[in-house]
């Protein structure tokens, strides 16, 4: 009997991954079959992506997937949220798809506050302000005229899907965190759109999880040699990301990457002052649960470093040096704005340091465990918030994703927030989007049964303080 694939077509901010599931003796075996690189380009003056190279990616990683003979019975995309792409009438994309670390939203923060009001905002959506939030780049493109002619709007992912198919969907885990859906009614709030001067008519029917898009276009399966069903799996990487977390029932969890997103999936939005205070959002989850978490800036700070020391370190070498600086206890708040862009992030930590009166780093080792310590630090101010906020204590933190395997991080995270650290699955997003396909073809029924098969498929590893 022939082996049942499904795809996963991870895309990160840096990269992306095609990566094959396959059920085989009761465990759930992954297999990447092509990697390619990704990442936003200036152009104009602007950071965009280029949104070319990403569609001819994926169908080469399609193409790959028929020379070795492994045909997916079903494809999902997942990609970072906030970016999307307009499209006019005639189904064409009008200009570029912007990237959330361009600046132009600066300016509009304010006047979208003064609009709305921004604990109004934050009650009636649930979503933390963040300068690059979807919200932003809309009223920008009112303001610039680019709306005008736009007659639908697709979140990256549901782009991605609509150059496959020719079918348009907005899925909900994506769409929550545009800042533009009602927290309560998981639906998009067309009072703050219409009050916002943006066109309602956009914004199409919300799709959950499990819904199958279309099959390839005609042309498409005569270039990649074999048709499949596209279905839509949580198309926010982190959504993807907390459905392969190990454990049952409500889970405090580390989503760690680029980014690192750490909170609960519940199925009771929090809206309140207290969470809005201390900075937390409500981003949707599969079966249309809440992600109540707080984006915290994660290793994108070490692979800045990395950049500027020319790839001289790798990942393990950071980690080496870093252990060697026993010596050093400077520790910097990690989601200040000045290490979002900044134009050298080594630069960026020691003018910190400076400007808080304290040491700062003079060796590649003391910087890197600034940036280590300062993440751990950061890991305990949040799960204190979460505990006191939710009214709930957790004795175990579930750290999944490619920044799992930092197990010097792992260790800091245990000792500084005093709770048994789980780590694994590494390739968490993928996993979970491979489950959600898997849920929409009847192989698994639920997704507590997909999380006993992520754990017993994988390996994962304990570190306690």
Known sequence: MAEKYYLAIDIGASSGRHILGHLEGGKLVLEEVYRFKNGAVEKNGKLVWDHNALFSSIVAGLKECGVRGKIPCMVGIDTWGVDY????????????????????????????????????????????????????????????????????????????????????????????????????????????????????????ELSMPGTVVGDLKEELVKEVGFNTKIC???????????????????????????????????????????????????????????????????????????????????????????????????VVEVNDLSFFAPDNMTEAVKAYCVKTGQQPPRTVGELAKCVYVSLAESYRKTTEEIEAITGKTFDAINIVGGGCQNEYLNKLTAVYTGKKVIAGPVEATATGNILALMLAAGDIASLNEGRELVARSFEIKEFRA
Not at 249 to 257: F, T, V, W
Not at 278 to 296: C, D, M, Q, W
Not at 300 to 319: G, H, L, P, R, T
């Open 232 to 330: 839509l799996p949580a198309t926010h990487d982190t959504a993807s990301a907390v459905m392969a977390v190990p454990s049952a029932g409500m889970p405090l969890y580390i989503s760690s990457g680029t980014w690192s997103l750490m909170g609960i999936e519940t199925q009771d939005e929090n809206t309140s002052e207290a969470a809005r205070s201390a900075g937390f959002t409500n981003e949707g989850g599969y079966g249309r649960s809440v992600r109540f978490l707080k984006n915290i800036m994660g290793l994108w700070m070490i692979q800045c470093i990395k950049k500027e020391y020319n790839d001289k370190y790798s990942f393990a070498d950071f980690v080496t040096e870093a252990e060697k600086a026993t010596d050093f206890n400077s």
């Open 85 to 204: 792409a307009l499209l006019d009438k005639n189904g064409d994309l009008i200009g570029e798809i912007y990237s959330y670390r361009d600046d132009r939203t600066l300016s509009v923060t304010k006047e979208v506050a003064k609009t709305v009001g921004e604990e109004r905002l934050y009650k009636r959506t649930g979503i933390q302000e963040q300068v690059f939030n979807t919200i932003y780049q809309l009223y920008c493109d009112k303001k610039s005229g680019k709306l005008d002619k736009a007659e639908t709007f697709l979140m990256t992912p549901d782009y991605l899907h609509y150059m496959l198919t020719g079918v348009k969907k907005n899925e909900y885990t994506n769409a929550s965190t545009t800042g533009l859906l009602n927290a309560a009614a998981r639906d998009w709030d067309m009072d703050i759109i219409g009050e916002l001067g943006l066109k309602k008519e956009l914004f199409r």
